[in-house]
């Protein structure tokens, strides 16, 4: 995946032909992006002015987390930076071969540095989680200088079925 735009993933095929219109430069903590080419828009007008358009590593992969959605994973990229430059925080719009699959925002995100994003639920992979079977409680009390500390804890073990519909084989993250 690339990025173009105001910080846009698109497919390798959306962005051949697409230059950046613009070089970063670190000011001291800050980061500047400067145009390279003067823009002229017409009143009323907006432009996407392409400002990064490296390649950017990345692994795709499904995320799962049953307080946001009990039966479906989510669609999600671990995104590791590495143009060599800020960017910036914002929306992305993620592309899978050359089709739009979703939109995610994202904070600053710092040259070498990794984000893990969601953008779209995962359809394909059904889950099923079964209520905790076992359940452990353990109550430790102890006293030490006239102070009595009890500390309580509590393990659960919760089982997850994924089922996938794709042919495709996927990452699960829990």
Known sequence: PAITGAVRIGA????????????GTERGDLFEYAIKQPLTLPKQQAAMVPIVTERIDGEKLS??????????????????????????????TVFQAGVYAGDAQISNLQPAEDRLLSYAVDLDLVVDHQEPKFRQDTVSVSAKSGVLVVTRKQQKEHVYTFRNKSAEAKTVLV
Do not use: C, W
């Not at 697409?18 to 070089?23: C, D, L, P, Q, R």
């Not at 994973?73 to 143009?83: D, M, P």
């Open 63 to 92: 995320i799962y987390d049953p307080s946001s959605d009990g039966k479906h994973a989510l669609h999600g990229f671990r995104l590791k930076n590495t143009t060599g430059l800020h960017l910036s925080g914002g929306p992305i």
């Open 12 to 23: 390798r095929e959306m962005v051949q032909g697409v230059v950046s219109e613009a070089a």
